[in-house]
T-cell receptor
């Protein structure tokens, strides 16, 4: 059984386009996240949601807009894509609380040309 | 703010060698500490965790002890295998986000085990 899934796995698009990445978890968690991994493999938190409410927004450009229709889903929409947006985007989920580990999806490799 | 510093690789070892990957952190309060592993083309998998001082996390032969006095969480394994080749990330989870804090990661250590 897949715990945290993301679609698509690969996304190739041109500058200026708008794209979305979907994430779903079947672990019963109440908190979900988006991370960005750059070409040097550095991982940085972008957003966190708890019970469908935005909790953390880490100085991400307004072109990135997360949306959580329910506790099991957290989607990421990106407007006006730029070359610098090329990266691997990971969704994760956990229970609320600092002691709980986060479970990661397989990642979406976004390439902007 | 929170930060994690870990030794950068690549680290190349022979099979059955002893492994240590150093990790130190800076954080307010009492964070939880984690090691994650990433195999090529895959997402991150939790390797082990510790949630309070002097806790030892262990899994698959890997161990790390939460040392508050030295703010460290070094990863060790007594005898590595070729299958351990991967990128290892040290991470912490703080306490300021109402329980919804993201993880703060180190830059990752690429481990290469040669047969």
């Amino acid at each position: 059984d897949t715990a945290v899934s993301q679609t698509p796995k690969y996304l190739v698009t041109q500058m200026g386009n708008d794209k979305s990445i979907k994430c779903e978890q079947n672990l019963g968690h109440d908190t979900m996240y988006w991370y960005k991994q750059d070409s040097k493999k550095f991982l940085k938190i972008m957003f966190s949601y708890n019970n469908k409410e935005l909790i953390i927004n880490e100085t991400v450009p307004n072109r990135f807009s997360p949306k959580s229709p329910d506790k099991a889903h957290l989607n990421l929409h990106i407007n006006s894509l730029e070359l610098g947006d090329s990266a691997v985007y990971f969704c994760a989920s956990s229970l609320q609380g600092w002691a709980y580990e986060q479970y990661f999806g397989p990642g979406t490799r976004l390439t902007v040309t | 703010g929170n930060s994690v510093t870990q030794m950068e690789g690549p680290v190349t070892l022979s099979e059955e060698a002893f492994l240590t990957i150093n990790c130190t952190y800076t954080a307010t309060g009492y964070p939880s500490l984690f090691w994650y592993v990433q195999y090529p083309g895959e997402g991150l998998q939790l390797l082990l965790k510790a949630t309070k001082a002097d806790d030892k996390g262990s899994n698959k032969g890997f161990e790390a002890t939460y040392r508050k006095e030295t703010t460290s969480f070094h990863l060790e394994k007594g005898s590595v295998q070729v299958s351990d080749s991967a990128v290892y990330f040290c991470a912490l989870r703080g306490t300021s986000g109402g329980g919804a804090d993201g993880l703060t990661f180190g830059k990752g250590t690429h481990l290469i085990i040669q047969p």
